[in-house]
């Protein structure tokens, strides 16, 4: 497969897993009486989709290199707490708010870097990238230290979290990741 190929997969895996996310932050939202379970399962098969893109796109090699450029171990790490989320809920029903908190809060550390190599680069929407990671990161702090919920706040703060998590993403992709049809990579002479 072609390195172009690899980025175009990875930019618009990127973008329609960013849409899903935002449609479920959206839907948890509007029903937080949601059984509990089910939206752990939700978010547990979109960490490990995410968790796949994101290695895609690591692999890819991007005009910039910005937006996957810590993706390789954040993607496995997603993978495998996505499993956990899915496959282990009677142990974990207590902290799976812990886990996806975490998630979003790393997530959101790599994206706030990624937002300062944007403006490096003369990227214009940075200040963007930089505001919705601040504001995902506050909403994962929010999910890891906020204890006890109860389950309708939990469903609210997990869907506003996804909400977040997905728009960040999805300006991410739009803004960060550029494919070029005449770019010259590394491994090409």
């Given at each position: 497969?072609?390195?172009?190929?690899?980025?175009?997969?990875?930019?618009?895996?990127?973008?329609?897993?960013?849409?899903?996310?935002?449609?479920?932050?959206?839907?948890?939202?509007?029903?937080?009486?949601?059984?509990?379970?089910?939206?752990?399962?939700?978010?547990?098969?979109?960490?490990?989709?995410?968790?796949?893109?994101?290695?895609?796109?690591?692999?890819?090699?991007?005009?910039?290199?910005?937006?996957?450029?810590?993706?390789?171990?954040?993607?496995?790490?997603?993978?495998?707490?996505?499993?956990?989320?899915?496959?282990?809920?009677?142990?974990?029903q207590e902290q799976a708010h812990t886990i996806y908190g975490?998630?979003?809060?790393?997530?959101?550390?790599?994206?706030?870097?990624?937002?300062?190599?944007?403006?490096?680069?003369?990227?214009?929407?940075?200040?963007?990238?930089?505001?919705?990671?601040?504001?995902?990161?506050?909403?994962?702090?929010?999910?890891?230290?906020?204890?006890?919920?109860?389950?309708?706040?939990?469903?609210?703060?997990?869907?506003?979290?996804?909400?977040?998590?997905?728009?960040?993403?999805?300006?991410?992709?739009?803004?960060?990741?550029?494919?070029?049809?005449?770019?010259?990579?590394?491994?090409?002479?």
């Amino acid at each position: 497969m072609k390195p172009i190929t690899y980025v175009k997969l990875a930019k618009y895996g990127y973008i329609i897993t960013s849409v899903i996310l935002i449609i479920i932050g959206i839907w948890l939202l509007f029903n937080p009486g949601l059984s509990i379970d089910f939206a752990y399962y939700m978010l547990g098969g979109m960490s490990i989709a995410y968790g796949v893109i994101r290695i895609v796109g690591y692999c890819s090699r991007d005009l910039y290199r910005l937006a996957f450029q810590y993706d390789l171990a954040f993607g496995i790490l997603m993978i495998a707490l996505g499993v956990v989320m899915i496959f282990q809920t009677w142990g974990i029903q207590e902290q799976a708010h812990t886990i996806y908190g975490t998630l979003l809060l790393t997530d959101s550390l790599y994206k706030v870097q990624v937002a300062i190599d944007s403006r490096r680069f003369g990227i214009e929407r940075w200040y963007l990238i930089f505001g919705l990671a601040v504001v995902t990161g506050a909403c994962g702090m929010l999910l890891i230290i906020w204890l006890p919920l109860e389950v309708r706040t939990t469903m609210i703060l997990l869907g506003l979290a996804s909400l977040f998590e997905g728009a960040l993403c999805l300006d991410v992709a739009m803004s960060v990741i550029k494919i070029a049809q005449h770019q010259r990579f590394d491994t090409e002479r």
